[in-house]
């Protein structure tokens, strides 16, 4: 039998009667640690105790000693009743009791629970938290696999010394602004020793105080830095009663381009490695999905969570080589892999399928040079890029017989076969069609940049210049790029 008592946040008025009567009426008590205030009062009681101090000098890490402490205890409990006792609450913030209980129900040992006051009742009552509002309690360890919510207060405990206390600034900096005013707690609870007072988060770690009574309280702060949840709820504002007109009159379709465009002025930003603009742009794309995302919720057929759970459960079904037992050894498998669970996944049967499921809103360029590719896969190609070069010719020239008609749907066919053929040589020779044509879109305006500021400078205006003396300026410009 193991009876598991807590030793309150550090007074002595904090013991309870039961943790008290536990101690004296047991020849074999331990103590996790003897670096606790009330342990110079438990000993004057005449309470003798083993602690288990030595394990921190042993282990490598908190876990290993957490872990260690239970099992040692598991095995005494085997053959005599104990008491192990912990600083606080057995049950708050005690992950050497966690691993005790278990390792108990696992070796059916018997084991009682004594409650006691905890360093989270000393701080609600310094701080005045009423917990009914919200609060969360942390690991300074286990920052890392937390998420931190501004809409409640926030305990985190355990901040032991400076680098910790390092540690925890760093990952609330990518929450929390850093004046955010928090609350430095120490020995919270104890008379004489106590100390709260508030400070911007920056300062965390250059207190002097800290310690192991070290906590820190965030309390909750909507007007903190913004997150996807503001986003939703600024969203929800616009298209409200008393929001915008036109924000409230638009539909999945209305705003179907803006998505698109937005994300091309993203891949500027991307493509002109401009770190502040692709923040900007970014978040107009990342504001055009919540805004569909909630159009989704005021129709009842999906919301932003169902958009994230989509994605979520595609990207570990796609990636069974990381989630799962499958191997990948180099890129070339990973994308053949992709392929295949999407076919599979978006039941695309036939290459007919899969030519269809190219999406038509892609740029024209890249959906043909998709389209190809997938058609090549089954030997649907030509041999050579002399053979896709022919074929341009041959387009050319069945444009040439068709250009000066009246057959408008013909000329129409005619110009998308002579380019549908031109993509084919790009994609032979390596070449993304997309970037060769925008390439040349570029080009196209630096030189006739270079063609009106040299007519400028001869005191020339463009519309009364002749063919002939752009096309001189436009070679003189070609020669520049030499």
């Not at 924000?247 to 698109?260: F, G, M, P, W, Y």
Request: with cysteine; hydrophobic share 40%.
């Amino acid at each position: 039998m193991i009876k598991i008592v807590g030793l309150g946040p550090g007074s002595e008025l904090s013991l309870t009667v039961g943790t008290i009567n536990a101690l004296k009426n047991c020849e074999d008590v331990y103590f996790r640690t003897k670096i606790h205030p009330t342990v110079d009062y438990i000993e004057k009681q005449g309470i003798k105790f083993e602690t288990y101090d030595f394990e921190y000098e042993t282990k490598q890490d908190f876990d290993s000693v957490y872990m260690s402490i239970a099992e040692d205890l598991v095995e005494k409990a085997k053959e005599k009743d104990i008491v192990y006792a912990v600083p606080g609450h057995p049950l708050v913030a005690e992950k050497s009791v966690v691993n005790l209980i278990s390792l108990c129900e696992k070796e059916h040992i018997k084991y009682e629970i004594l409650p006691a006051v905890s360093f989270i009742d000393a701080i609600m009552e310094s701080l005045k938290i009423d917990p009914v509002e919200g609060l969360k309690v942390i690991d300074a360890f286990d920052m890392k696999n937390q998420i931190m919510d501004k809409r409640i207060g926030t305990i985190i405990t355990q901040v032991y010394n400076q680098f910790i206390a390092s540690e925890v600034k760093l990952s609330l900096l990518d929450y929390y602004n850093d004046e955010t005013e928090i609350y430095f707690i120490r020995a919270a609870g104890i008379p004489g020793l106590e100390s709260i007072r508030k400070i911007p988060l920056y300062e965390l770690d250059r207190q002097e105080d800290i310690d192991y009574l070290t906590s820190v309280y965030i309390p909750k702060n909507l007007d903190n830095k913004k997150d996807i949840y503001d986003l939703v709820d600024l969203v929800e504002i616009l298209r409200g009663e008393n929001g915008c007109p036109w924000d409230r009159e638009q539909t999945h379709k209305s705003v179907r381009n803006a998505l698109i465009e937005e994300s091309y002025e993203a891949a500027d930003a991307i493509d002109n490695e401009d770190d502040d603009a692709m923040v900007e742009e970014l978040g107009d794309v990342l504001f055009q999905v919540i805004f569909h995302a909630v159009i989704g919720h005021e129709d009842a057929y999906f919301d932003l969570s169902d958009i994230i759970d989509g994605v979520y459960n595609k990207m570990v079904y796609r990636h069974p080589h990381v989630f799962g037992d499958d191997k990948a050894k180099d890129t070339e498998e990973v994308l053949d892999k992709w392929n295949k669970l999407k076919k599979k996944e978006k039941s695309l049967n036939t290459v007919t399928d899969e030519l269809k499921a190219v999406a038509k809103a892609l740029p024209g360029l890249t959906r043909a040079q998709k389209i190809q590719k997938k058609a090549s896969k089954v030997g649907f190609d030509w041999d050579n890029v002399f053979g896709a070069m022919s074929k341009v010719e041959e387009e050319l020239n069945e444009l040439k017989e068709v250009y000066n008609g009246s057959n408008k749907a013909r000329i129409l066919d005619e110009v998308g076969d002579l380019i549908f053929a031109c993509v084919n040589v790009s994609r032979f020779l390596g070449v993304d069609s997309e970037d060769a044509v925008n390439n040349t879109c570029e080009k196209f305006i630096k030189r006739f940049q270079f063609i009106e500021e040299k007519a400028t400078e001869k005191g020339m205006k463009l519309e009364n210049m002749s063919l002939e003396q752009m096309d001189e300026l436009w070679e003189s410009a070609k020669l520049t790029e030499k």
